[in-house]
């Protein structure tokens, strides 16, 4: 029967189906075959044997978070402790335009910043509603259930953002683990430790590790340039144009007259230049 990975510990992958999950362990051919089976897999298994049989096709997936299937992203940002980064909020964005999922920018800790660093990262965040991204504060709760019904979503961001918080505002009920901030690291300590898919206002929540960093080497030039997406209302003229190097650049001048935030365009640099 068919079914849906929603947590993996170890070598038990608990798969739901019908209502009800099952501990499930994985047929040797999906090890021969080099698959890692992730949370958010559809698959065929037999519930009596208690063994899967085969991951069915992915419309997308992550090795970090090990995740798949998913149509959208909350990436939880926020404002102090850790602080606001616009490279790391950036790379998260490439990376889910990149999947062709969904991302929604969660801000958090807006209680504890100070009116002088809202009203400096104020700037940033106008800038990214104004290029179509959702911006939505972690107090608006109801908001963020209304974005979550009938999707499959996952939960990332920064370390220590309040990821989890976060998830037991939306359902209570979870309890999840939450943690304090590490005076000595200015970062979050890892609360959450496995990946874990739960219901959530008719919609199916993903809690993943946090990390502070990203890897975004396996994204091609040509996938960091799409994945800009104010880029793309510009026409260069040059062709292949990198958006670096030319004088000329359409890209450059429009850095230049404030059109396009200057931080998206240093973020767009720095990665170009590590690929």
Known sequence: MKGQIVKIVRDLHYVKSEGNTYPCKCRGKIRNLKQIPLVGDFCIFDKEKQVIESILDRKNEFLRPPVANIDQAIIVTSLVEPNFSPLLLDKFLIIM???NIK?????TKEDIASEEIKNEIKTYLDYYKEIGYKVISNVDIDNLKNELKGK???FTGQTGAGKSTLINKL?????LETNSISKALGRGKHTTRIVSMFEVNDGEVLDTPGFSALDVNYLSKEDVKKSFIEFNEYECPFRDCN????KECTIKKAVQNSKILKSRYDSYVKLMEER
């Open 171 to 175: 359902k209570p009920e979870l309890n």
């Open 243 to 246: 958006h670096i190097n030319e």
């Open 97 to 99: 335009e990149a999947n």
């Open 152 to 154: 499959t979503t996952v």
């Open 103 to 107: 991302p929604i920018i969660c801000i």
